[in-house]
């Protein structure tokens, strides 16, 4: 039986690792065995983290009501616990990444299990892509409302998402479409401290960003970013520039959207909220 994380740290020591998953600039994604059977473990590169701030993400969600909890734990992998060796935090255990967010890419037989990134949908569709392909517009329209409902639900709370892009952003192509946010560790409190220094993903930096620290205002141009490069399937533009969205998206939509797209791209203190997005996005 799968033991589950109830919030109390995991010694380090106590874990048992399986294969190696994947990896990133700031962790390495292993399988565990045993006691933890079917949850992740990923080991920071640098035993540098936080530890109070990760201990922060870790509780947050035995402070939301029942519902908000599950809808969390339903759209990211968010820490279920830190792992540690001594006094410092050397990585976090998490739930692994729901099947139908997979797929699996290169020509057959050969081909091997991917994440469904959200890359996948900025790119005209590739042979090598295998089953990871781009969907249409209705579902593109869909996984926009998910990415904005997604954005209000964090923002809500007052977390901010601060690295988000095509690379940790998964979408499931349904019926119905969804989505799901990795990479929950860089995820902060407003006004609150990282587990690491915050990441950024090139072409996805906010030009405007503060020196200081990063705030709702960032994330509400990654959300504009996110959403005008899924519907107009174009992976380099930015908001203020010209939006051509791609056939299938109704008129009414397509003409709401690219005029919030040009309200972000008027700079800090313009960019509309995540709710803009989700009345925009409605097809009537």
Not at 90 to 99: E, H, L, N, S
Not at 150 to 171: K, Q, T, Y
């Amino acid at each position: 039986m799968t033991a589950k994380p109830d919030g109390s740290d995991i010694d380090e020591r106590g874990l048992k690792l399986g294969r190696k998953l994947g990896g990133g600039g700031q962790g390495t994604v292993i399988e565990l065995v045993g006691p933890y059977a079917g949850l992740v473990f990923k080991r920071y590169h640098k035993p540098d983290a936080d530890v109070a701030a990760l201990k922060q993400l870790v509780d947050m969600p035995a402070a939301l009501p029942p519902p908000e909890r599950d809808r969390l734990h339903k759209q990211t992998a968010w820490p279920l616990a830190r792992v540690m060796n001594g006094s410092a935090a050397v990585g976090c255990v998490m739930q692994r990444i729901p099947d139908r967010f997979r797929g699996r890419a290169g020509l057959r037989p050969i081909n091997r299990p991917v994440n469904r990134e959200l890359q996948y949908l900025l790119y005209e569709p590739r042979p090598m892509w295998g089953d990871v392909s781009s969907p249409a517009a209705e579902s593109r329209l869909e996984l926009a409302r998910e990415i904005a409902s997604l954005m209000r639900f964090l923002h809500s709370h007052l977390l901010i998402a601060g690295d988000i892009s095509m690379n940790n952003l998964l979408w499931a192509p349904g019926p119905p479409a969804e989505i799901f946010l990795i990479d929950c560790d860089g995820i902060r409190r407003l006004g609150g401290r990282p587990v690491h220094r915050q990441a950024e993903t090139p072409d996805w930096e906010d030009p405007q960003k503060t020196a200081a620290e990063l705030d709702l205002d960032n994330d509400r141009y990654k959300c504009a970013l996110l959403i005008g490069r899924v519907l107009s399937r174009m992976p380099y533009v930015h908001p203020g520039e010209p939006l051509p969205l791609l056939p299938g998206v109704p008129d009414s939509v397509a003409h709401r959207v690219q005029a919030l797209w040009q309200q972000a791209g008027r700079g800090r203190g313009c960019r509309p909220h995540a709710n803009n997005w989700l009345l925009a996005l409605v097809s009537k």
